[in-house]
């Protein structure tokens, strides 16, 4: 399916920049990683930047997801380092387009998937932002150049540590009003003993920080959006407004539309339109009606999307969202694209 969709816009497997695997039973990851063997059978010129995350539902009853990133740019380089283990069932880490560089998924893991022990999240993860400054510093970049994150973690528990030790770690590289949008998603299950998983997107270009005075800001946390060029990566949105009140208690058809005004502002702040926004990820708490949240995002975008295409989009569940959120979206716009 994914090679048809490819080839409707004249691509194919070979121009994938990026691709994560979102599944149901993550002991399926060893069989998948055989059957992408067999899909680039020459991993060491063409493998996308690669991701496993196990999560508690998928649509339809569907036991796997793939989500990706494509290009015809010939502008484009595998990142492989040779002091860094690669997370387990991938072939490189990262990709590079221009001026854009996509990370694979980012743990603390050795090259057979093991952590070492004992292990907690406070040590794990200033360990995967190390790596992922290895990486960078590979490309003659830093983790100031990081203009995205994805931080898949096992459960809420962990979640004061890994703020606080993400926070010492991006001390004298960030303002606190300027940390990457960031969406921090609690997952089922990220393989045995691995706390944390980091999905990273970086700019050689310089970048700019959004921030509408129409939603919430979170210093220390992340920042609302980051500009590159024409790009805009739009931190998870979720109901939360002023003074951390969640909006629309209960009620998913509210919680999305509130999700979706947050990007609608940031978007305008930002030059642009939620009609720009080209790809959504969506997460929902488990055992949430998909169909009240599709019947409002549709909705939502035929009103405030000026006839612009439906973007692309993925909803999958997860175990935990922030408290008495039941949806997040984030979003990625390209900004001056004509909707013809």
């Known amino acids: 399916n994914l090679r048809t969709a490819l080839r409707t816009v004249g691509q194919d497997l070979e121009n994938l920049v990026t691709l994560t695997v979102f599944l149901l039973d993550y002991r399926d990851a060893q069989e998948i990683a055989d059957a992408l063997d067999v899909a680039?059978?020459?991993?060491?010129?063409?493998?996308?930047?690669?991701?496993?995350?196990?999560?508690?539902?998928?649509?339809?009853?569907?036991?796997?997801?793939?989500?990706?990133?494509?290009?015809?740019?010939q502008d484009r380089e595998q990142i492989c380092v040779p002091d860094v283990a690669y997370a387990l069932r991938s072939h490189c880490h990262g990709v590079r387009v221009g001026d854009l560089l996509f990370l694979s998924g980012?743990?603390?893991?050795?090259?057979?998937?093991?952590?070492?022990?004992?292990?907690?999240?406070?040590?794990q993860t200033p360990e995967v932002l190390n790596r992922i400054e290895t990486?960078?510093?590979?490309?003659?970049?830093?983790?100031?150049?990081?203009?995205?994150?994805?931080?898949?973690?096992a459960s809420t528990e962990y979640r004061p540590g890994y703020t606080e030790a993400r926070k010492k770690r991006y001390h004298g590289i960030f303002e606190e009003d300027e940390f990457?949008?960031?969406?921090?998603?609690?997952?089922?299950?990220?393989?045995?003993?691995?706390?944390?998983?980091s999905v990273?997107?970086?700019?050689?270009?310089?970048?700019?920080?959004?921030?509408?005075?129409?939603?919430?800001?979170?210093?220390?946390?992340f920042s609302q959006a980051v500009r590159v060029g024409?790009?805009?990566?739009?931190?998870?949105?979720?109901?939360i407004g002023f003074n951390r009140?969640?909006?629309?208690?209960?009620?998913?058809?509210?919680?999305?539309?509130?999700?979706?005004?947050?990007?609608?502002?940031?978007?305008?702040?930002?030059?642009?339109?939620?009609?720009?926004?080209v790809k959504t990820t969506v997460y929902l708490m488990a055992g949430q009606d998909r169909l009240k949240f599709a019947t409002a995002y549709r909705e939502f975008f035929k009103t405030h999307g000026r006839g612009s295409p439906m973007p692309a989009g993925l909803t999958l569940e997860v175990r935990e969202l922030a408290p008495s959120c039941l949806v997040?979206?984030?979003?990625?716009?390209?900004?001056?694209?004509?909707?013809?």
């Not at 996308?48 to 569907?62: H, K, N, R, S, Y």
């Not at 980012?106 to 040590?123: F, L, Y």
């Not at 990273?200 to 946390?221: C, D, F, M, W």
């Not at 997040?328 to 013809?340: F, K, N, Q, S, T």
């Open 245 to 277: 009140q969640v909006e629309a208690i209960g009620d998913l058809a509210g919680q999305t539309e509130v999700a979706l005004t947050h990007i609608k502002h940031i978007l305008e702040e930002a030059g642009g339109s939620i009609g720009d926004v």
């Open 106 to 123: 980012i743990d603390a893991a050795d090259a057979q998937g093991k952590v070492p022990r004992p292990s907690n999240i406070e040590d």
């Open 180 to 197: 990457p949008p960031n969406s921090g998603i609690y997952v089922k299950e990220l393989g045995t003993g691995i706390l944390l998983r």
């Open 328 to 340: 997040e979206v984030d979003a990625v716009a390209l900004l001056g694209i004509d909707p013809r």
């Open 200 to 221: 990273v997107i970086a700019s050689q270009e310089s970048k700019i920080t959004i921030h509408s005075p129409k939603v919430r800001e979170a210093p220390g946390l």
């Open 135 to 153: 990486i960078l510093k590979s490309q003659k970049l830093s983790l100031g150049n990081v203009c995205r994150t994805f931080m898949f973690l």
């Open 230 to 239: 024409k790009w805009v990566f739009v931190a998870g949105q979720d109901a």
């Open 40 to 73: 680039f059978p020459h991993s060491e010129q063409a493998y996308p930047a690669t991701t496993f995350i196990g999560v508690m539902g998928l649509e339809d009853g569907c036991r796997i997801t793939m989500d990706a990133v494509a290009t015809t740019s």
